[in-house]
């Protein structure tokens, strides 16, 4: 039984501007029935305020819930305040949703998001969204059980920081039915999170930066609780030189010797290859 908080169920039970808004400056559509959930948001927009927002939707308690919400969220908005809103923030404002639910609040966000993409090219709703399919069409398909894309599973693990298999299922439903993709999702991880740690590469500079600050915001507190300290006195390469005084019986990994605690925190924030050497 999944936990929902007391915002969700109100919002169930009682959903916020339901409904549609004809002449509407902006419509966006997320999910499909194919999937089990369907979000259609309409807003009207005024010398770029959102004024009115109303939504449709075919789907689950949470699917309805979070719609609801994020018309509420949007309403006296600007259109650049409402593009900056996010899945995550969907989700904070319902007071969390369960792992298993997270796709609801990300279907929202698509259809916003569909909707703001209309509104900043509008021509002809209808030409564009069908002119949109035809992009979407060409786009490569990761899931053919929920018709979920390569980009869409991107954008999930950027933006929402996914690093399970598990955890792009529950938040794009990818995955979720034959399996048959999983191995192609595990490959994505991998790929996203190799990349981001050649990016954080740190310089020598940037190294003696960041363990200087471990060791004055984490390591010295922890220390001075027991009447101990701690004295930078030197880094050669992954070597860091220190003078130890006390002990940490405070501290969070007290069964660790109090070289062992500065070596591990400083590998755990810093480099795996830190060798903490006593002088």
């Not at 808004?21 to 948001?41: P, Y």
């Not at 796709?103 to 021509?123: F, I």
């Not at 399970?164 to 999702?185: D, M, P």
């Amino acid at each position: 039984m999944w936990d929902y908080s007391e915002k969700v169920i109100e919002h169930y039970r009682n959903p916020r501007n339901v409904g549609k808004i004809d002449n509407a400056d902006a419509v966006g559509e997320a999910g499909s029935l194919a999937c089990g959930d369907t979000l259609k948001i309409y807003l009207k927009i005024d010398n770029g305020v959102v004024t009115d927002a109303k939504f449709q939707t075919f789907g689950c308690g949470s699917a309805v819930a979070s719609s609801s919400i994020l018309t509420e969220m949007v309403i006296g908005k600007t259109v650049e305040e409402v593009k900056k809103i996010t899945n995550k923030d969907i989700a904070d404002e319902l007071g969390g949703l369960p792992p298993e639910k997270m796709h609801c609040s990300v279907m929202g966000y698509e259809a916003l998001e569909d909707a703001l993409k209309n509104y900043d090219n509008y021509t002809d709703l209808d030409d564009l969204r069908n002119e949109e399919n035809k992009l979407k069409s060409g786009e490569q398909l990761v899931c053919t059980c929920f018709n979920v894309t390569e980009n869409q599973i991107w954008d999930a693990i950027k933006s929402n920081g996914l690093k399970t298999v598990e955890e792009v299922t529950n938040y794009t439903k990818a995955g979720g039915a034959c399996g048959k993709c999983k191995s192609v999702i595990k490959d994505m991880l991998d790929t996203y999170y190799k990349k981001e740690a050649e990016e954080q590469v740190l310089t020598p500079a940037q190294k003696v930066i960041k363990i200087n600050n471990i060791i004055e915001k984490q390591i010295s507190p922890e220390l001075v609780k027991d009447g101990g300290d701690i004295t930078l006195v030197d880094i050669d390469g992954n070597k860091v030189m220190v003078k130890l005084r006390g002990k940490c019986s405070g501290c969070k990994n007290s069964h660790l010797t109090l070289k062992a605690f500065v070596e591990r925190t400083l590998k755990d924030a810093v480099d795996k290859n830190i060798e903490v050497v006593e002088v």
